[in-house]
C-alpha cells in the first residue's frame, strides 16, 4: 500500500529560525513528489513539485530536496515568520496519477 | 480570476438528509477532484473527473455522488448523510491539483 510519512507531528519555532520538515514514502512506481501549505481554514497551496531527476527546488524561503533511492524529502524553511504557521502537507504521485498525502507537519511560529 | 470556488463554506445535516457540495473553476483545467480531510489524516480522493463528461471513483467513494456538470463545475452530492461523512471537503483542479477553500460539513 502506498504510504507517506510526515515528521515530527507539530514543531514550534521561535521567528526568524529555521527548521527541516520530514517526509518518508512507499509509493511506486515513483512520478513525483508535492509540497504544500495549508493555513488554518483553508485549502492546500502548492509550493514545490519535483520529479524523479531533481533533488532540489526552491520557492523563496522553503527549499525542498529529495533523494528518490532512500524515498526521502525535505522541506526546509529559513528565516521563519509569523505567516508560515501552518501544516506542510507532502504528496507523492504515482506513474497512474494516484497522489499519495501525508498527514500534514503542523508549524507553529512565536515571535 | 476566481480560482476554484466551493459553495457552501459551512454545513450542518441531520442523518439521513441529502446535500450537494458545488465546486467550479475558471482556469480552463481538464481535470477535477474531490476530496475529504479528517484530523490525523491525510487527504482522500473521493471521486475525480479527468475530462468533461468523465468521472471515476476515487479511494472512499461509498456513499457520494458525483456530477461533471461541464468543464468548470464539479459537484459531489451526499444522498443520505451519516455522521461518518463529517469532514471538511475540499475540490481541486488540475494534475497541479488548486484547491478550493473547503466546505465544513457536520452529520449529526
Known amino acids: 500500500k502506498n504510504q507517506v510519512e510526515q515528521s515530527p507531528q507539530s514543531l514550534i519555532i521561535l521567528e526568524g529560525k529555521n527548521c527541516t520538515l520530514q517526509?518518508?514514502?512507499?509509493?511506486?512506481?515513483?512520478?513525483?513528489l508535492r509540497w504544500y501549505k495549508q493555513d488554518t481554514g483553508r485549502g492546500p497551496v502548492s509550493l514545490t513539485i519535483?520529479?524523479?531527476?531533481?533533488n532540489t527546488k526552491s520557492n523563496g524561503r522553503y527549499t525542498a530536496t529529495l533523494d528518490a533511492d532512500t524515498k526521502q524529502s525535505s522541506l526546509h524553511i529559513t528565516a521563519s515568520q509569523l505567516s508560515d504557521s501552518a501544516s506542510y502537507i507532502c504528496v507523492v504521485g504515482a506513474n497512474d496519477y494516484k497522489l499519495s498525502f501525508g498527514a500534514g507537519t503542523t508549524v507553529t511560529v512565536r515571535a | 480570476n476566481a480560482g476554484v470556488t466551493q459553495t457552501p463554506k459551512f454545513q450542518v445535516l441531520k442523518t439521513g438528509q441529502s446535500m450537494t457540495l458545488q465546486c467550479a473553476q475558471d482556469m480552463n483545467h481538464n481535470s477535477m477532484y474531490w476530496y475529504r480531510q479528517d484530523p490525523g489524516m491525510g487527504l482522500r480522493l473521493i471521486y475525480y473527473s479527468a475530462s468533461e463528461g468523465t468521472t471515476d471513483k476515487g479511494e472512499v467513494p461509498n456513499g457520494y455522488n458525483v456530477s461533471r456538470l461541464n468543464k468548470r463545475e464539479f459537484s459531489l452530492r451526499l444522498e443520505s448523510a451519516a455522521p461518518s461523512q463529517t469532514s471538511v471537503y475540499f475540490c481541486a483542479s488540475s494534475d497541479e491539483q488548486y484547491f478550493g477553500p473547503g466546505t465544513r460539513l457536520t452529520v449529526t
Open positions: 519535483m520529479t524523479f531527476s531533481e
Open positions: 517526509c518518508n514514502y512507499t509509493v511506486s512506481p515513483f512520478s513525483n
